[in-house]
């Protein structure tokens, strides 16, 4: 499998990527940044004890489950590299930090990405896709009226795995969804598309064209577009969610 060919773009968002988490760089006088020879999860532990950050808390910013960041945390399974990306992003301390305990890039330190590393990510992210494609993880779980009801995300396409401030709906939330509320540009709506129900970050076009988009750049490939009006495939917009704590 070519990567150019496979994913277009997506090996240059994978490289970025990895090189903006070493952009925020701080300074080593504030005694974050000690060579330690500690495993990583243990200075993951001391700096959420210092920013007073929960398990819970590290899992709704990073938006993966609260049951594999207290595993992480604990070193009792390692996560991947987009996922280690966030937690360092969580605990606001770069990646070469979190894995040496030191600041600079020592390159005798940092972990070697392989060509093949690269291939077997982006193989893995394409089967998601597929899935995704089948099952975009949306089922209702209660409804309260025929105006109102929640369903169940039960993936990461709605949060932004590289940057915890541009998260919006973290897998395995809970999300309200109201059908009276009068949907607007930027807003997350629930729409039936090709009869697969899907939340969407919905942006107008014009009247007769809408680009609706995955949050999660790793899926650029769902993005959606739909000639004619909004109305024709929209089910209600996402008013709130609440993220469980399993």
Known sequence: MRVDSAFPGLRYLFVESIRDTFKDTQSADNGLFTVNAKHWSERARERAKELKLTDVRIAEITGWSTSSVSLWMNGAREPKLEQKMAMAKALQVSLSWLETGEETMDSSHLAEITFEDVEAYLAELESKERIIQKNPG?????????????????????IDPTNAEKMHIP?????????????KPGNIILIEHEGITTLRLWKRINDNLHHLRIINPLYHNLHLTHEGPITEIYRGTAVGFSKSLL
């Open 171 to 183: 897998e395995g939330s809970r999300v309200q969804i109201d059908v009276d509320h009068q949907p």
């Open 138 to 158: 949306i089922r209702i779980i209660e409804s309260e009226s025929q105006n109102s009801f929640v369903v169940l995300l039960d993936n990461d396409t709605m």
